[in-house]
């Protein structure tokens, strides 16, 4: 006896009422794929091979300046192991340094060196390319409208 493949069959469009559930209709979902789109444009084009972790810390750094790495993870949302691991890389590569507070000489705080300053400003010029790429098929004002719906969901 012999067996045959069975066929998928999709239907074209399906009436969904609305108990009905669409993984492709789920902002969880979404945001997944779309997460992993931006990553795969950030990996293949990213400056210096770094990863997104790697770039968010010289960024913040950039921005901020030198801070506790307990600080630098709770502004970029790492917890300390993820963040401990990711200066650590960043110091193996010179482009991060731990310096001594002169104000209190037992705070130790995590600095770019001049190096990663370079590194972190040609990655943000990357970045903005990268951003374009991954979000082309958004209007400006779609663009914005979606950073702050983003927002309201983290803050709330």
Known sequence: MKQ???KMIRPATVARSADDYALDDQPGFL??????????F????????LTAPQFSTLAKLLEVGPCSQNHLG???????AT????????????????????LDRRRVAIDLTERGRV????????IREISRETFSALTTAER????ALL????RR
Do not use: F, Q
């Open 4 to 6: 045959t493949a069975r």
């Open 31 to 40: 945001l997944r794929v779309a997460l992993k789109t931006h990553t795969a």
């Open 42 to 49: 950030l990996t293949a084009g990213m400056i210096e091979g």
């Open 74 to 80: 709770r502004l970029i949302h790492y917890d300390s």
């Open 83 to 102: 963040i401990t691991g990711v200066i650590n890389r960043l110091k193996i590569r010179g482009l991060i340094e731990s310096v001594v507070d002169p």
């Open 119 to 126: 590194v972190a400003a040609d990655a943000i010029v990357r």
């Open 144 to 147: 914005e409208a979606l950073v």
């Open 151 to 154: 927002k309201k969901v983290i």
